[in-house]
């Protein structure tokens, strides 16, 4: 029952119009078929008058031929216009929807330009530019300090005499490599030959400092 008090919106008129314009077009659609039969039937009845010899009949059936010829081209011009109003209609429903499209994003537009304070937001993006600009000079202040307590904490020479305790621990002596070691751009007969058994090759050492953990 409450289907019935309900109130049509465009959208229900349109199709209802819709449904009423293509019976329209098939009633229009239906009568011109019967149109063309008889103008069939008729052109068949003028021609058996005309062989009969009885022309006052075929003047009489000639005329009524086209009364109904004309009568069947009105159908087309109906039909022309049905379609073109249904066209219509469908083109003014997009309309509407479309102004109401419109019109409902204006108003969201107002209310957001209305809660929108531009100095407002401007001083918002400008107070968020400096803290972020103070927060990148503390950082920055930050990391320069934690630089120099840990340069001032020794922890490179730590870390050498470290270094140092293992190579002495798996047998290597560094300084004394150096003073054994041949000078740039001299050559030492044999040592070619000897090198490889004097020394330790470096894929040894790394080897050995792989197994100790030290990388």
């Known amino acids: 029952m409450a289907s019935l008090f309900k109130k049509k919106t465009v959208d229900d008129i349109i199709k209802e119009q819709g449904r009423e314009l ?25 021609k058996k008058m005309a062989k009969s010899g009885n022309r006052e009949a075929c003047k009489i059936l000639a005329k009524q031929l086209v009364q109904l010829r004309k009568q069947k081209n009105r159908t087309y011009a109906v039909s022309s216009k049905v379609t073109s109003m249904s066209t219509q209609t469908k083109v003014m429903n997009s309309q509407m929807k479309m102004a109401g499209a419109m019109s409902t994003t204006a108003k969201t537009m107002q209310a957001v330009n209305k809660k929108m304070d531009p100095q407002k937001t401007l001083k918002t993006m400008q107070d968020f530019q400096k803290e972020n600009m103070k927060m990148g000079m503390t950082e920055e202040m930050i990391n320069d300090t934690l630089d120099d307590i840990f340069d001032e ?63």
């Open 22 to 46: 293509r019976g329209t077009q098939r009633q229009i659609t239906r009568d011109r078929a019967a149109l063309e039969k008889q103008e069939k039937q008729m052109e068949a009845e003028i």
């Open 153 to 215: 904490s020794g922890d490179e020479e730590e870390s050498q005499d470290i270094v140092n305790q293992v190579l002495d621990e798996i047998g290597i002596e560094i300084s004394g490599k150096m003073v054994r070691a041949p000078a740039a751009g001299k050559s030492v007969p044999g040592a070619a030959a000897s090198s490889k058994t004097a020394t330790i090759s470096d894929e040894e050492i790394e080897r050995q400092l792989k197994a100790l953990g030290v990388d």
